[in-house]
């Protein structure tokens, strides 16, 4: 049977800006073990930004 799609929840404020809170306060190498991990999605640089014509 078909089941409806689930539906996102609402952001709420407080919780992102401790979550960001959280995230900003991590030691600069918190997250280098994961830089070698299979399981998570390879994340790629930012490319040059565009530039719009005069």
Not at 5 to 21: I, M, N, Q, S, T
Not at 24 to 52: F, H, K, M, N, S
């Amino acid at each position: 049977m078909f089941s409806p799609p689930r539906v996102a929840r609402r952001a709420r404020p407080e919780r992102l800006a401790a979550l960001l809170h959280r995230y900003r306060r991590l030691p600069a190498d918190a997250l280098v073990d994961d830089e070698d991990r299979d399981d998570l999605p390879v994340i790629r640089p930012p490319g040059p930004r565009r530039t719009t014509s005069p």
